[in-house]
């Protein structure tokens, strides 16, 4: 069997018996898959020590082309993101979108195009002005629901095309919905202000270099945020642990 030699993200971490962790790995071309570091907890074991949530990694390994789970062979890490450790928001808001990747992919189903935002993300989420990182996070919870083939329509209206300002997003229809619509709409999605609908059909557009001026964290982007939380929590049929942290850390 070939070993496996890629870059990956290392999307958690945790406890496997006395002395190993278990690590899940989001790969461009291996997609996710976990593998236990021996020793990773134990002096012996001090080349696995390193390996961190929310890093980039080149990780060997033995895996076998159906399995997502095996014993990592060897890892360096290639990229750390130093200010993730820094500060709980950022850290947070990395632990949101590695949740996302964890529980919204297929193991060894390979996603490109997610990998490819969320490592600009993180690199942003390292370097970005502190007043913008929740407004950051809505957009990479836009872009992976593009990727993960579940992004809401948000252009204009799901039921009868007018454009929308302020609307309904409803979540079972699949996007917005005017007001002479969302009577015909489901109980479950969220209303928003038109300020917070344009920022959410910027974000389903623009890259974040390209809109990352047109807001600073405020009421706006925390509801983008929380939104787009929903959202991804009523398509991917799961509650987000690492929600919790964001909401201690950044009072959401
Ligand atoms: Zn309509």
Redesign the pocket.
């Known amino acids: 069997m070939p070993p496996i030699d890629t870059n990956a993200i290392i999307i958690k971490s945790t406890d496997s018996g006395e002395t190993s962790r278990r690590l899940s790995f989001f790969s461009p071309n291996e997609g996710r898959f976990s593998l236990t570091a021996r020793g990773a907890k134990s002096k012996s074991g001090r080349a696995h020590a390193n390996l961190e949530p929310y890093t980039i990694a080149r990780v060997f390994a033995n895996l076998k082309p159906e399995a997502d789970l095996g014993t990592l062979s060897r890892a360096e890490t290639i990229e750390r993101f130093p200010h993730l450790r820094e500060d709980l928001t950022r850290l947070a808001a990395a632990a949101v979108v590695c949740e996302v990747i964890d529980r919204g992919t297929q193991p060894r189903l390979a996603n490109a195009r997610l990998y490819e935002y969320a490592v600009s993300f993180m690199r942003a989420l390292d370097a970005e002005d502190g007043a913008k990182l929740i407004f950051l996070l809505g957009h990479a919870l836009m872009r992976a629901s593009q990727a993960l083939g579940v992004a809401p329509h948000v252009s204009a ?1 799901v ?4 454009a ?1 300002k302020r609307g309904w997003l409803d979540f079972e229809a699949g996007g917005l ?2 007001p ?2 969302r009577p015909g709409g489901s109980p479950s999605g969220a209303s928003l202000d038109p300020s917070v609908a344009a920022l959410l059909a910027a974000c389903a557009i623009r890259p974040w270099s390209q809109i990352r001026e047109a807001a600073n964290d405020g009421p706006e982007t925390k509801a983008l945020a929380t939104t787009l939380i929903r959202w991804l929590s009523y398509h991917l049929e799961c509650e987000f642990k690492s929600i919790r942290f964001l909401l201690s850390a950044e009072k959401l």
Do not use: I
């Open positions: 209206c039921g009868c095309g007018a929308v919905l005017c002479q619509c």
